[in-house]
């Protein structure tokens, strides 16, 4: 059969608005949380992060708000640049023992229009 | 730069060949790990290092063989591969402080098999 890539979830904005990336994570015992940024041909680049006993952590341009009730994290970029435009994952922690490691999702790919 | 490189940034090879992936990190980083990112599934994670010790393999076909000589260091060994194992492999570092789990990533190496 036909091979079909992973369909991602694209946000189109304007330049100079204000852009917001949602998420839906599974476990609610996670305790911690991490949005990356992936431009073409690069890796995966860290934005922010945060723990469970916050709603909300500011960056520079970028708020990050936790919503533990219905398991949902947004990524909130203002004033949205051409510079922008990538792919945005979001990450929760899973611990074993003493170990952990980072669940990704799925993506987000934002555009942004000048 | 994350203070993550990989090499080579690409590779082709054929079902047949044996090649191996290279990953160094510069940031003093304890743990290490290899990631495999396909248009058809979001972010996997293969093999976690901690200290030069292999704590995470998630069920990874033993086509992919990976080494940690030591913790600035990690390989992963190719042969006998498939065309779906062509794919974008991460690497990436991290250490935990002050409560931030990031991890470190390279630029990966784009892999194609044929």
């Known amino acids: 059969g036909e091979s079909v890539g992973l369909h991602l979830p694209t946000l189109s904005v304007q330049e100079g608005d204000n852009s917001i990336i949602n998420c839906a994570y599974s476990?609610?015992?996670?305790?911690?949380f991490i949005w990356y940024k992936q431009e073409s041909g690069k890796g995966p680049q860290f934005i922010i992060d945060?723990?469970?006993?916050?709603d909300k952590r500011q960056g520079q341009r970028v708020t990050v708000l936790l919503n533990k009730t219905v398991k949902h994290l947004s990524l909130q970029i203002a004033a949205t640049q051409p510079g922008d435009s990538a792919v945005y994952f979001c990450?929760?922690?899973?611990?074993?023992?003493?170990?952990?490691?980072?669940?990704f999702g799925s993506g987000t790919r934002l555009l942004v229009r000048p | 730069e994350t203070g993550v490189t990989q090499t080579p940034r690409h590779l082709v090879m054929g079902m047949t060949n044996k090649k191996s992936l290279k990953c160094e990190q510069h940031?003093?980083?304890?743990?290490m790990y290899w990631y495999k990112q396909s248009a058809k599934k979001p972010l996997e994670l293969m093999f976690v290092?901690?200290?030069?010790?292999?704590?995470e393999n998630n069920s990874v076909p033993s086509r992919f063989s990976p080494e940690c000589p030591n913790s600035s260091h990690l390989f992963l060994h190719l042969h006998t591969l498939q065309p779906e194992d062509s794919a974008l492999y991460l690497c990436?570092?991290?250490?935990?402080?002050?409560?931030?789990?990031?991890?470190?990533f390279g630029p990966g190496t784009r892999l194609t098999v044929t």
């Open positions: 990436a570092s991290s250490q935990e402080a002050g409560g931030s789990y990031e991890q470190y």
């Open positions: 476990n609610s015992a996670s305790d911690y």
């Open positions: 945060i723990r469970s006993n916050m």
């Open positions: 990450a929760e922690i899973e611990w074993e023992d003493s170990s952990y490691k980072l669940i």
């Open positions: 940031l003093g980083h304890n743990a």
């Open positions: 290092y901690n200290f030069k010790e292999q704590t």
